[in-house]
């Protein structure tokens, strides 16, 4: 079992990264979604109940959507002949840089930067450490170096990396990324920033291709919005970055107010009802029988993908200018 809570007043926010991880392995066992590192990040995997269908649903639609945004991200590196960077911020237990190292993408990829609260990344990098399959995907071990008094992790391509990102970037985050002699972002290679139920200040890295991704609420004052906020704060957690933005057609200033080329906001009921195939609905519809589709509706339209697209040049719109998630042909009927 996870540990239990303590009176660090940072750790509500910290368990909700054990909340994402035994949703995950969920939708994992109940074949919603494949991944075969996850287990490794749970402790006693094989011993966890599984999540109600509601929980596996939503899981697997934020899941695939935010995996089409990096996937597209990492092909149009390809396309532009050239490696790309990805920084993943409140990573939590993500096992996404170790399903891209394994998949088609991987030669696309020059580096992954993992960052969160020291009290994760501790046992991060410690999980890391233990697993054969895990470690084994970072390289050479001799190449791989524990940093921070073990709270985190260097290699050639992943790195791991305590920090608090309520602090601002530039305290928090410059002095590790860019500078130094060998800086770990480069600022000729296309950036994709990831922020997942992470509501924090985003600014430019670098005067390069950037695009970020941010999955997070929004509609917080209506009426079940209003519940949301208070179950969270019946676990000591708030949602102070929630506010300025209460609506899904204001999600997209989160980028175009710094400047950002263009920017988009997708709700999770419509990626599932129009952003996923016809074909892999009805395979997930047989995994399970859900009779909450009022609620699961009224959940998924209360978190959004947004993603936000910054080009330096307009040369770059040609190759660049269509990263964003695809309408499917048809509908998913609402029944």
Same mark, same amino acid.
């Given at each position: 079992m996870f540990p239990p809570p303590s009176s660090d007043p940072d750790t509500p926010v910290r368990l909700t990264n054990n909340d994402a991880a035994l949703a995950r392995l969920s939708a994992v066992q109940k074949g919603y979604l494949t991944d075969p590192f996850v287990s490794a990040f749970v402790p006693r995997a094989h011993?966890?109940?599984?999540?109600?269908?509601?929980?596996?649903?939503?899981?697997?639609?934020?899941?695939?959507?935010?995996?089409?945004?990096?996937?597209?991200?990492?092909?149009?590196?390809?396309?532009?002949? %050239?490696q790309c960077q990805i920084v993943s911020m409140g990573a939590g237990s993500d096992s996404r840089f170790w399903r891209i190292a394994t998949g088609e993408h991987n030669s696309h990829l020059s580096k992954y930067i993992e960052i969160d609260f020291s009290e994760i990344t501790s046992?991060?990098?410690? %999980?890391?450490r233990k697993s054969k399959a895990l470690g084994s995907v970072l390289g050479d071990p001799a190449k791989i170096q524990v940093s921070g008094g073990?709270?985190?992790?260097?290699?050639?391509?992943?790195?791991?990396?305590?920090?608090?990102?309520?602090?601002?970037?530039?305290?928090?985050?410059?002095?590790?990324?860019f500078e130094g002699p060998e800086p770990l972002l480069s600022s000729s290679q296309p950036t994709l920033l990831?922020?997942?139920?992470?509501?924090?200040?985003?600014?430019?890295?670098?005067?390069?291709?950037?695009?970020?991704?941010?999955?997070e609420m929004f509609g917080l004052e209506d009426s079940f919005g209003r519940v949301m906020v208070n179950n969270l704060k019946?676990?000591?957690?708030?949602?102070?970055?929630?506010?300025?933005?209460?609506?899904?057609?204001?999600?997209?200033?989160?980028?175009?107010?710094?400047?950002? %080329?263009?920017?988009?906001?997708?709700?999770?009921?419509?990626?599932r009802l129009q952003y996923i195939s016809r074909t892999e609905i009805n395979r997930i519809s047989t995994l399970e029988f859900l009779d909450e589709v009022e609620e699961l509706n009224l959940v998924l339209q209360h978190y959004a993908i947004t993603w936000g697209l910054s080009l330096p040049q307009s040369k770059h719109q040609s190759t660049w200018g269509a990263w964003g998630l695809k309408k499917q042909s048809t509908d998913v009927e609402e029944d």
């Amino acid at each position: 079992m996870f540990p239990p809570p303590s009176s660090d007043p940072d750790t509500p926010v910290r368990l909700t990264n054990n909340d994402a991880a035994l949703a995950r392995l969920s939708a994992v066992q109940k074949g919603y979604l494949t991944d075969p590192f996850v287990s490794a990040f749970v402790p006693r995997a094989h011993l966890q109940p599984p999540r109600p269908p509601l929980i596996n649903i939503g899981t697997y639609v934020r899941t695939v959507a935010i995996d089409e945004l990096v996937a597209q991200w990492l092909a149009l590196s390809r396309d532009a002949e %050239t490696q790309c960077q990805i920084v993943s911020m409140g990573a939590g237990s993500d096992s996404r840089f170790w399903r891209i190292a394994t998949g088609e993408h991987n030669s696309h990829l020059s580096k992954y930067i993992e960052i969160d609260f020291s009290e994760i990344t501790s046992k991060k990098a410690m %999980t890391i450490r233990k697993s054969k399959a895990l470690g084994s995907v970072l390289g050479d071990p001799a190449k791989i170096q524990v940093s921070g008094g073990g709270t985190g992790l260097k290699s050639p391509r992943y790195n791991l990396i305590p920090a608090d990102l309520r602090r601002p970037p530039q305290e928090s985050l410059a002095s590790i990324l860019f500078e130094g002699p060998e800086p770990l972002l480069s600022s000729s290679q296309p950036t994709l920033l990831l922020f997942e139920c992470v509501l924090a200040y985003i600014q430019h890295f670098s005067d390069g291709i950037l695009g970020s991704v941010v999955y997070e609420m929004f509609g917080l004052e209506d009426s079940f919005g209003r519940v949301m906020v208070n179950n969270l704060k019946s676990r000591q957690v708030d949602l102070p970055g929630a506010a300025p933005y209460p609506t899904q057609e204001s999600l997209p200033s989160r980028f175009l107010n710094v400047g950002f %080329t263009a920017a988009a906001a997708i709700s999770l009921r419509d990626i599932r009802l129009q952003y996923i195939s016809r074909t892999e609905i009805n395979r997930i519809s047989t995994l399970e029988f859900l009779d909450e589709v009022e609620e699961l509706n009224l959940v998924l339209q209360h978190y959004a993908i947004t993603w936000g697209l910054s080009l330096p040049q307009s040369k770059h719109q040609s190759t660049w200018g269509a990263w964003g998630l695809k309408k499917q042909s048809t509908d998913v009927e609402e029944d």
